[in-house]
């Protein structure tokens, strides 16, 4: 199990990023967060509120989640399940679009569940997903 390498920003709390079991690898809710720490698909201007882009949000967390199964000697494909938490209800359809980029014409996409939270754990995060995958274990 890892906790903070491949660029990844270090969890925020006593978790791991990743725990195998057998076959099976859990990875813990991911963020938009980038290696130095801030949350992608944030926009802050002077005269305005802040401005939250949902699909860019979600490319970043599935690229994220990427990068921890290859740590974990996996890859998206292998993904057989996954949990989405979206902030805002009407972030659904372009958060929709960009995780169908990932795994649009896939013969076997993993299942998903879409769930609407009050909030996340940051308050500029407007997505986080976790997910489970399946992969043997490479001989050694």
């Not at 002077?46 to 989640?65: C, K, M, S, W």
């Not at 199964?69 to 399940?81: F, H, P, Q, R």
């Not at 960009?98 to 940051?122: C, D, I, K, M, Q």
Request: aromatic share 8%.
């Amino acid at each position: 199990m890892a906790t903070g390498s491949g660029g990844l920003p270090k969890p925020l709390g006593s978790y791991s990023r990743w725990r195998r079991s057998g076959s099976t690898i859990y990875v813990a809710g991911v963020s938009a967060r980038m290696p130095d720490g801030s949350i992608d698909g944030v926009t802050r201007t002077a005269e305005g509120p802040v401005q939250y882009d949902v699909a860019a949000q979600t490319r970043r967390v599935l690229g994220n989640i990427g990068q921890i199964l290859n740590e974990a000697g996996a890859e998206l494909s292998d993904c057989i399940d996954m949990t989405a938490f979206l902030v805002r209800q009407e972030d659904f359809a372009a958060f929709n679009a960009a995780y169908a980029e990932f795994f649009e014409g896939a013969s076997n996409p993993p299942t998903r569940t879409t769930v609407v939270v009050l909030g996340l754990p940051h308050p500029d995060m407007v997505v986080e997903i976790k997910a489970i995958a399946c992969k043997a274990q490479a001989a050694t």
